[in-house]
Every structure is written in structure tokens, then in C-alpha cells.
């Protein structure tokens, strides 16, 4: 056997037994982690360009004709005042049928509010006639009970 550093030695078998002692069990169980080094990188320089240079700005991107950004459509101002005079008018018209659907709703509860205000009159001059019908048949009652 070396006396290298280096060398591993194979771990001894485990002993359940109580007899083991806890130096061995602290190396076994608790390796030390070496960490990888790491490569040297080049310097990336300096970012600042001065403003009139012309690798400033966006670039124009070479698109194939089937790749699918050069397929995109693009709108001119005027397309896009179409559009947008298009969608006004669509949401006036809606707004406008949302308006008579409500004049529409309105009508409808007023003619209700009508139909249960005459029902209720009637109710009442029901109930005043249902009344007097009882108040007077107890009075013709009573008087035949006194004859």
C-alpha cells in the first residue's frame, strides 16, 4: 500500500452494533464537496457607441419570403382610419339598439305599473263592496232573530 493522499480508501462495512466509533462515522457520512473551477471569460468591452454611429438603430431583419413575419400584414394610416371608423360606427349602432332595448323595458314596466295600479283600485272597491254585503246581512240577520 501508497501513502498518497489521493488515494481512496474503500469504506469499511457497516456495523449496527454500538461499537463503532463516531470519528469513523463522521467521515463516511460527510464528504466534503469540492466545487469545479470556473473558465476565465473574455471581457465583453466597452457598450457605449457614440449616437451618430450607424450600428445604432433597428436592423432590418432578412426574412425568407415563406418565413411567416414577412407574411404579416401592414396596415397604412389610412386602413387603420378605417378601421377605427369602422368600429365607431359598430359600437354606435350597438349602443343605439341598447338604448331602444331599454326605452323598450321602460315602456313595458310603466304599462305594468298601469295594469297593477286599476287591479289594486279594483281590489279595494271589491273588498268595500264585500263589506257592506257583511255589514248588512248581519244587520238583516239580527233583526229577523229579534222578531
Request: charged share 35%; hydrophobic share 25%; glycine share 4%.
Amino acid at each position: 500500500m501508497s501513502s498518497d493522499p489521493t488515494e481512496v480508501k474503500p469504506n469499511p462495512p457497516e456495523r449496527s452494533d454500538s461499537s463503532s466509533s463516531s470519528v469513523d462515522s463522521q467521515e463516511i457520512h460527510n464528504p466534503v464537496p469540492i466545487r469545479p473551477r470556473l473558465p476565465n471569460r473574455k471581457s465583453s468591452g466597452t457598450l457605449i457607441v457614440p449616437r451618430d454611429s450607424n450600428q445604432v438603430g433597428p436592423l432590418e431583419p432578412d426574412l425568407e419570403p415563406d418565413d411567416v413575419r414577412a407574411m404579416s400584414p401592414r396596415r397604412t394610416s389610412e386602413d387603420i382610419e378605417v378601421m377605427g371608423r369602422e368600429a365607431r360606427e359598430e359600437l354606435h349602432k350597438h349602443a343605439r339598439a341598447l338604448q331602444d332595448s331599454l326605452l323598450m323595458i321602460f315602456n313595458r314596466i310603466e304599462a305594468v305599473r298601469e295594469e297593477h295600479d286599476k287591479l289594486d283600485s279594483h281590489n279595494k272597491f271589491l273588498q268595500k263592496y264585500i263589506g257592506d254585503l257583511m255589514s248588512t246581512s248581519k244587520i238583516t240577520a239580527s233583526n229577523r232573530g229579534r222578531k
